[in-house]
């Protein structure tokens, strides 16, 4: 079975929603067995609600625990940080091109959010980026076409 990458806090806010969830079982369960006492099960649209709730959480639970199972967790505040660009690392890019300034976290693709400047380990500037080191300018290959980037900085945190 292959790894897949994650962040400390990747794996903490799957466990979190797989608490959640657990919680949630007993509640369905409920919610089922109330149903079941209105009597005909054809026409009781609660209790087919209720039967489809639980296999959404069910199949939501099943697949936090593989996610969970196949996870190889990566803490980079724990390594010491020789300005190079890895898995779990923050990056600070200066555009060569507009001077703009971006700041990204290479993640795991789960928890990738472009919005809060998390992007897949698996995202083409991610790729372009890994094994770099600060200072390097890069080349990367966009949607929008080849874009030039220095590396500022690499932090660890």
Same mark, same amino acid.
């Given at each position: 079975?292959?790894?897949?990458?994650? #962040?400390?806090?990747?794996?903490?806010?799957?466990?979190?929603?797989?608490?959640?969830?657990?919680?949630?079982?007993?509640?369905?369960?409920? +919610?089922?067995?109330?149903?079941?006492?209105?009597?005909?099960?054809?026409?009781?649209?609660?209790?087919?609600? +209720?039967?489809?709730?639980?296999?959404?959480?069910?199949?939501?639970?099943?697949?936090?625990?593989?996610?969970?199972?196949?996870?190889?967790?990566?803490?980079? #505040?724990?390594?010491?940080?020789?300005?190079?660009?890895?898995?779990?690392?923050?990056? #600070?890019?200066?555009?060569?091109?507009?001077?703009?300034?971006?700041?990204?976290?290479?993640?795991?693709?789960?928890?990738?959010?472009?919005?809060?400047?998390?992007?897949?380990?698996?995202?083409?500037?991610?790729?372009?980026?890994?094994?770099?080191?600060?200072?390097?300018?890069?080349?990367?290959? #966009?949607?929008?076409?080849?874009?030039?980037?220095?590396?500022?900085?690499?932090?660890?945190?």
């Amino acid at each position: 079975m292959e790894k897949v990458p994650m #962040t400390l806090r990747g794996e903490q806010q799957l466990r979190v929603e797989l608490e959640r969830l657990l919680k949630l079982r007993p509640q369905i369960s409920e +919610a089922i067995a109330e149903a079941r006492e209105l009597g005909d099960l054809k026409e009781n649209a609660e209790y087919h609600a +209720a039967r489809e709730e639980q296999g959404i959480c069910e199949a939501q639970i099943r697949d936090i625990e593989y996610k969970l199972s196949v996870a190889q967790v990566i803490d980079v #505040t724990t390594m010491d940080n020789n300005g190079k660009v890895i898995f779990g690392s923050t990056v #600070t890019l200066i555009d060569v091109d507009t001077e703009e300034e971006k700041t990204y976290q290479i993640v795991g693709d789960d928890e990738a959010d472009i919005k809060a400047g998390r992007i897949s380990v698996s995202s083409p500037i991610a790729r372009g980026l890994i094994g770099k080191m600060e200072g390097d300018e890069v080349v990367i290959s #966009t949607p929008g076409g080849e874009r030039d980037f220095e590396i500022d900085s690499v932090e660890y945190i």
